[in-house]
Nanobody
Framework: QVQLVESGGGLVQSGGSLRLSCDASGFTLNYFAIGWFRQAPGKEREGVSCISSSGHSTYYSDSMKGRFTISRDIAKNAVYLQMNSLNPEDTGVYYC????????????????????WGEGTLVTVSS
């Protein structure tokens, strides 16, 4: 069955870096876009980044541009989120999710467009 498993979260100081992984099973990344989302304490879930099924298109929320990089490894069926220059506002639970929409609709519909979600990994950035 379809599964998404996040890992790589943890405690990091402000200015530090983390690399999150999203291991996918039950489907292949060649046919689905993958999005990263996060939810800070007391806040709504928000989109972070997304990579298209071809891997050629990537998207970032404005506050992450230049700091976060999304990538994928088809052989490992995994998607990564490299996060640099972290600040306390980046604290939250990070989730990866599968977007079933074909291009050009994929990565355009936000959290409501995703069909499968991982359990999340907690990122805590201390000041």
């Amino acid at each position: 069955q379809v599964q998404l498993v996040e890992s790589g979260g943890g405690l990091v100081q402000s200015g530090g870096s983390l690399r999150l992984s999203c291991d996918a099973s039950g489907f292949t990344l060649n046919y689905f876009a993958i999005g990263w989302f996060r939810q800070a304490p007391g806040k709504e879930r928000e989109g972070v980044s997304c990579i298209s099924s071809s891997g050629h298109s990537t998207y970032y929320s404005d506050s992450m541009k230049g700091r976060f990089t999304i990538s994928r490894d088809i052989a490992k069926n995994a998607v990564y989120l490299q996060m640099n220059s972290l600040n306390p506002e980046d604290t939250g639970v990070y989730y990866c999710a599968r977007d079933p929409a074909p291009p050009p609709l994929s990565c355009q519909r936000g959290a409501s467009g995703m069909d499968y979600w991982g359990e999340g990994t907690l990122v805590t950035v201390s000041s």
